[in-house]
T-cell receptor
Framework: AQSVTQLGSHVSVSEGALVLLRCNYS??????LFWYVQYPNQGLQLLLK??????LVKGINGFEAEFKKSETSFHLTKPSAHMSDAAEYFC????????????FGKGTTLSVSS | EAGVAQSPRYKIIEKRQSVAFWCNPI?????LYWYQQILGQGPKLLIQ????????DSQLPKDRFSAERLKGVDSTLKIQPAKLEDSAVYLC??????????????FGPGTRLLVL
């Protein structure tokens, strides 16, 4: 069965610092991978996704993630944090076949201080 | 383009009462999902519809939860009777889905349920 592990339930960075949110997955086949962001009292918004092709994926708001099959990882990064990046981030995985469910990690709360 | 609409946004009920949530997906989206998000956890899929047929309801507690998607558009999720552990945010999502798995799911704002 697929699973997603997000290391660190809470990450704190200073404004302008590098953001690194970690995600590891377990899957018998290379899956589709997603990062979502959730602001307070709002639904989830897609940041980026990997399906096929280039393993470095660029998303919205300056975020990017790299699919590393050998490490079963899909870590999310942003070179310079902004106060508006403070939110909860979810990594999710889905098998590349019809009708399978999207499996979410437990989430990482990102705090950004000035 | 209008997003996924959900109502109500908040609901407080007592245990053993019933409650219903409504979702209107993005126009043209064939696939609709209901997720349960308990505080401190990621969303968990309850049920997935393709048009008005059920694709996956393996995680739906069928003794108390039910969902329908009449005419392949709007959907309702019902809990009867509610338990304390049902307190959560219920998220609806939709996608263009050809069941290939790579399509983006678009989420509504959710309904926050508190069972007392």
């Amino acid at each position: 069965a697929q699973s997603v592990t997000q290391l660190g339930s809470h990450v704190s960075v200073s404004e302008g610092a590098l953001v690194l949110l970690r995600c590891n997955y377990s899957s018998s086949v290379p899956p589709y991978l997603f990062w979502y962001v959730q602001y307070p009292n709002q639904g989830l918004q897609l940041l980026l996704k990997y399906t096929t092709g280039a393993t470095l994926v660029k998303g919205i708001n300056g975020f990017e993630a790299e699919f590393k099959k050998s490490e079963t990882s899909f870590h999310l990064t942003k070179p310079s944090a902004h106060m508006s990046d403070a939110a909860e981030y979810f990594c999710a995985v889905r098998e590349n076949q019809a009708g399978t469910a999207l499996i979410f990690g437990k989430g990482t709360t990102l705090s950004v201080s000035s | 383009e209008a997003g996924v609409a959900q109502s109500p946004r908040y609901k407080i009920i007592e245990k053993r009462q019933s409650v219903a949530f409504w979702c209107n997906p993005i126009s043209g989206h064939a696939t609709l999902y209901w997720y349960q998000q308990i505080l401190g956890q990621g969303p968990k899929l309850l049920i997935q519809f393709q048009n008005n047929g059920v694709v996956d309801d393996s995680q739906l507690p069928k003794d108390r939860f039910s969902a329908e998607r009449l005419k392949g558009v709007d959907s309702t999720l019902k809990i009867q009777p509610a338990k304390l552990e049902d307190s959560a945010v219920y998220l609806c999502a939709s996608s263009l889905e050809g069941l290939a798995g790579r399509e983006t799911q678009y989420f509504g704002p959710g309904t926050r349920l508190l069972v007392l």
